[in-house]
């Protein structure tokens, strides 16, 4: 099983919406509704902040969204705000015994 | 409110051993699978190993079999990773989390930071 495939960075100003897309296959991202989002502010623990696909966890700003297309999934932040600076990481179950992430993409609010 | 504290990190040198730990509270610990997730320096996350409620199973990354094991305490709310043959490319922060089904990674902790190096 290999990563899952995102953009290594990303951005937008203030006020604007931005996608990061994860690709994976009809093995994980494309055969299941278990797709995962986690932010990571530096320094700090991984946060849930978007769970099967397009659920939001409470506490979770509903300017975060998600969405999946095929074995793509995509999670779209609107109304970009300087604290949604950060790393985000894509995560699927792929039915096996291993956990797949992927390498992270950089949001960057300019 | 769920905690999970990792601790027992540290330095170490290249072929020794060292044992991370993980308290957890605020939940009913001997109902999820826990894992360990770990982060190199400036790099992204890698899933090291996890096991189930009873610990009948345990499954590991392929960069860690044979010398990492996983266990638990569920009368101690604990999780532990047993890490041997440590190598520089262990290092990284390790993480304790909570799965809530599905590798569903809800709960993380602070994190505690492995050094391999002489």
């Known amino acids: 099983q290999s990563a899952l495939t995102q953009p290594p960075s990303a951005s937008g100003s203030p006020g604007q919406s931005v996608t990061i897309s994860c690709t994976g296959t009809s093995s994980d991202v494309g055969g299941y509704n278990y797709v995962y989002w986690y932010q990571q502010h530096p320094g700090k623990a991984p946060k849930l902040m978007i769970y099967e696909v397009s659920k939001r966890p409470s506490g979770v700003p509903d300017r975060f969204s998600g969405s999946k297309s095929g074995n793509t999934a995509s999670l779209t932040v609107s109304g970009l705000q300087a604290e949604d600076e950060a790393d985000y990481y894509c995560s699927s179950f792929a039915g096996g015994t291993q956990v797949l992430f992927g390498a992270g993409t950089k949001l960057t609010v300019l | 409110e769920v905690q999970l504290v990792e601790s027992g990190g540290g330095l170490v040198q290249p072929g020794g051993s060292l044992r991370v730990s993980c308290e957890a509270s605020?939940?009913?610990?001997?109902?999820?699978?826990m894992n360990w997730v770990r982060q190199a320096p400036g790099k992204g996350l890698e899933w090291v190993a996890n096991i189930k409620q009873d610990g009948s199973e345990k499954y590991y990354v392929d960069a860690v079999k044979g010398r990492f094991t996983i266990s638990r305490d569920n009368a101690e709310s604990s999780l532990y990773l047993q890490m041997n043959s440590l190598r520089a490319e262990d290092t990284a922060m390790y993480y304790c989390?909570?799965?809530?089904?599905?590798?569903?990674?809800?709960?993380w902790g602070q994190g505690t930071l492995v050094t391999v190096s002489s």
């Open positions: 989390v909570r799965d809530r089904g599905w590798n569903l990674f809800d709960y």
């Open positions: 605020g939940f009913t610990f001997k109902s999820h699978w």
